[in-house]
């Protein structure tokens, strides 16, 4: 049996009919940067998240970018954050020439927002946590952190389009909330997009401006600014998708408790879930000795894995190249980066797919 880790081919055509109804709509309107499908989207996504504002740009990288500097951190300033995140995270501080200051995780790959107060320094100006595979981290902790300290939260939502932790979801307990649409997100384009979500008017306000090379109104610029807008044929495909959101949650979280259930008195750490925690299943993330060997193994068998991610980014050559010197505390990472294996679990699987992957796995421990 086959198991493919994404099959985007089959989510297409799961929505072909109603995508190229909109896309074309999209197209005869002649609108592409600036189509009314653009605001409806964000407005219901603004509704959904429960915030107050969400705009679109080109991806999530751009929207913790521009988060950042709306938010006037700037040179100097220090953001605490994780290591086992996708480089993106820290190349958006890094790039605003902010100083990346990182902690430890816990057994669920999140932020150890136990481990936040003894890393704030005069120079501290934020907390980044990333909410990894679906998870969000322990908003209300670190909210309480924050407040304490006076300073700002910036969510990298990424991996988090449709959790909450108890009832708030990215954006509820933060200054802002960023999100990515790659196409291997649960709410996905098909090409490039992200979003920033956010309670703050003045943030969005200069988002707003700085996407679209800092213009206030036509041939008014105030501002120097970039041009990082999603345009409305992927905001067509994104707000069909969004319709579909609810029930690829469901399918997705469906096939975690298989998993769950299929794997759990075996020699394989299946996902840890704090009670708080509404997962979306970006990923479903195990973690087992041998990881290599058995990833081949499952390889060899038909069932494609993927490793989120094989490297941190603190040994990254963008980053060791830059801070030689440095080495942090960050045993529980180091731990995990060599244990974790990424499982197929996305909507166009079915429940014979997820017993083949299970009975594979127990026959390797
Ligand atoms: C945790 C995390 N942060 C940021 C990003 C950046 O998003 P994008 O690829 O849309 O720029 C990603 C995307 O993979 C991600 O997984």
Redesign the pocket.
């Known amino acids: 049996m086959i198991v493919p880790y994404v099959d985007l081919g089959s989510q297409w055509l799961s929505i072909k009919d109603r995508a190229l109804h909109k896309i074309n709509e999209v197209l005869e309107n002649g609108m592409y940067l600036e189509d009314p499908i653009i605001e409806s989207l964000e407005k219901r996504i603004a509704r959904r998240l429960g915030v107050k504002y969400a705009t679109t740009v080109n991806?999530?990288?751009?929207a913790?970018i521009f988060s950042l500097v709306a938010l006037g951190i700037a040179r100097g300033d220090e953001i605490i954050t994780v290591p086992n995140?996708?480089i993106?995270?820290v190349a958006a501080i890094e790039h605003i020439g902010a100083t990346t200051v990182f902690i430890d995780v816990g057994a669920d790959h999140l932020i150890n927002a136990n481990l936040i107060e003894e890393a704030i320094t005069p120079q501290t100006k934020a907390i980044m946590p990333?909410h990894?595979e679906g998870k969000m981290a322990d908003m209300v902790a670190i909210n309480k952190i924050a407040k304490k300290h006076d300073l700002l939260i910036i969510e990298?939502a990424?991996?988090a389009f449709g959790s909450k932790f108890l009832e708030f979801q990215p954006g509820n307990l933060s200054d802002v909330a960023?999100f990515?649409?790659?196409p291997?997100?649960n709410l996905n384009a098909a090409g490039?997009?992200?979003l920033i979500a956010t309670n703050n008017y003045d943030l969005i306000e200069k988002v707003n401006r700085m996407k679209n090379h800092g213009q206030v109104t036509r041939n008014i610029h105030h501002n120097f600014g970039f041009v990082s807008r999603l345009d409305s044929i992927q905001a067509a495909i994104l707000s069909i998708k969004l319709d579909d959101l609810d029930s690829t949650l469901v399918c997705r979280r469906f096939f975690a408790k298989q998993y769950d259930e299929n794997l759990v008195k075996y020699d394989i750490q299946t996902p840890v879930v704090s009670l708080e925690v509404f997962h979306s299943y970006h990923l479903y993330v195990i973690e087992i000795d041998n990881r290599d060997k058995v990833q081949d193994a499952l390889k060899n068998v038909g069932i494609e894995t993927k490793i989120h991610y094989p490297t941190l980014i603190t040994d990254q050559i963008a980053y060791t190249s830059r801070y030689p010197e440095k080495n942090w505390d960050i045993p529980v990472a180091r731990k995990q980066k060599k244990r974790i294996l990424s499982l197929p679990i996305h909507q166009n699987l079915n429940s014979f797919q997820i017993n083949y992957v299970s009975d594979q796995l127990r026959g390797l421990v």
């Open positions: 991806s999530g990288t751009d913790l995140s996708y993106a995270s990333v990894l990298d990424a991996q960023c990515s649409f790659h291997l997100k490039d997009g992200g």
